[in-house]
């Protein structure tokens, strides 16, 4: 699969656990954006990261911990989460926009997760 | 912040009839405007945008308009087919807020199109 894309595209985790949610594109963008993807809501930004430094953090609790390492790889580190945290996490990369020109959001597939 | 609301939160549609999906934005900063699809299962990807210097754009069956003045903007679509059947998203996005690619979305619209 190529553009972007996210590993595992399922997990199911207890609240005592710890995992990590990967993202990888392969577009040669430099901005990686998580979202968060509930029922009946809009889709949430929660990360954004231009060039691998953080530049907006939308109140997100800190039990969801984000992690670039580099412009192509994206991970969400999730710890002691809740039932309420259940819900399909969309990575999406672009080019980051300059002053008013705006790229497209190209999104991957998403990881379903589930909190029991 | 800036806040989008979309309606109808369904919509069920025959085929070869016209679909129309109405956002509202709060923010008059905001001056661009994507729309998104998310078929079942799938990823959401960009149908058309538009942007506040422009009122209508059109791309073969699908069409936005935009009214800065009432701020709202509608996604029409014509001559549906079933493989419009979808979820439809809207976006605003304000310009120079220092994070430029922060996009808001609507509540998404579950668009159904029976033969």
């Known amino acids: 699969e190529t553009g972007v894309t996210q590993t595992p595209r399922h997990l199911v985790m207890g609240m005592t656990n710890k995992k990590s949610l990967k993202c990888e594109q392969h577009?040669?963008?430099?901005?990686m954006y998580w979202y968060k993807q509930s029922a009946k809501k809009p889709l949430e930004l929660m990360f954004v990261?231009?060039?691998?430094?953080?530049?907006e953090n939308n109140s997100v609790p800190s039990r969801f911990s984000p992690e670039c390492p580099n412009s192509s790889h994206l991970f969400l580190h999730l710890h002691t989460l809740q039932p309420e945290d259940s819900a399909l996490y969309l990575c999406?990369?672009?080019?980051?926009?300059?002053?008013?020109?705006?790229?497209?959001?190209?999104f991957g597939p998403g990881t379903r997760l589930t909190v029991t | 912040g800036e806040n989008v609301e979309q309606h109808p939160s369904t919509l069920s549609v025959q085929e070869g009839d016209s679909a129309v999906i109405k956002c509202t934005y709060s923010?008059?900063?905001?001056?661009?405007f994507p729309w998104y699809k998310q078929e079942l299962g799938k990823r959401p990807q960009l149908i058309i945008d538009?942007?506040?210097?422009?009122g209508e754009k059109k791309d073969q069956r699908i069409a936005v308009t935009l009214n800065k003045t009432a701020k709202h903007f509608s996604l029409h679509i014509t001559e549906t087919q079933p493989e419009d059947s979808a979820v439809y998203f809207c976006?605003?996005?304000?310009?120079?807020?220092?994070?430029?690619?922060?996009?808001?979305f609507g509540t998404g619209t579950r668009l159904q199109v029976t033969l």
């Open positions: 538009i942007r506040s210097n422009v």
């Open positions: 577009l040669g963008h430099n901005a």
């Open positions: 990261y231009n060039f691998k430094e953080q530049t």
């Open positions: 976006a605003a996005r304000p310009i120079n807020t220092g994070t430029a690619s922060k996009l808001t």
């Open positions: 923010d008059s900063a905001s001056n661009y």
């Open positions: 999406a990369s672009s080019q980051w926009a300059e002053g008013d020109f705006l790229y497209e959001q190209y």
